[in-house]
């Protein structure tokens, strides 16, 4: 009887920590995305400078998140996002509008890709 209580508080804790690392995951996210979404409407007025500002937000919020996304994220995603936020401070720094509007949908898409694809849910475990 013990063996199934303690079974229990342990599968408990894990899957507490589950539902908290994602609820975590989705608000950084959604703070990500929303900087991206600013950046965007920016470069669509031709507001370089502004928008150059908030793709430094961008970056800065991305730092403060990355310590903790590394240890629940595969590797290869966290780098595939460094990539990419590289590549859209540089088209926006060179104010190419196509590529930089191009870069941000493509990083808004693997960072709101994130929480969904980490998320505690039947499909994910199975």
């Known amino acids: 009887m013990r063996q199934v209580v303690v079974s229990l508080i342990i599968l408990g804790l894990i899957g507490g920590l589950g539902v908290w690392s994602n609820k975590l995951l989705q608000e950084s996210a959604q703070n990500l995305v929303s ?10 007025a031709d507001r370089w400078e502004e928008a150059e500002n908030h793709i ?7 730092n403060r998140h ?3 996304w590394s240890i629940i994220l595969n590797h290869q995603e966290i780098d595939n996002i460094e990539f990419s936020l590289a590549r859209c401070l540089e088209y ?20 709101e890709h994130i ?3 980490e998320a505690v849910t039947w499909k994910n475990i199975l």
């Not at 430094?56 to 991305?62: F, V």
């Not at 926006?92 to 960072?111: C, F, N, P, W, Y």
């Open 35 to 44: 900087l991206i979404d600013k950046a965007v409407v920016e470069i669509k």
């Open 92 to 111: 926006v720094a060179s104010r190419d509008k196509t590529l930089s509007l191009g870069q941000l949908s493509e990083l808004r898409i693997m960072v």
């Open 66 to 68: 990355v310590d903790w």
């Open 56 to 62: 430094r937000e961008l970056e800065e919020a991305w």
């Open 115 to 117: 929480p969904d694809k």
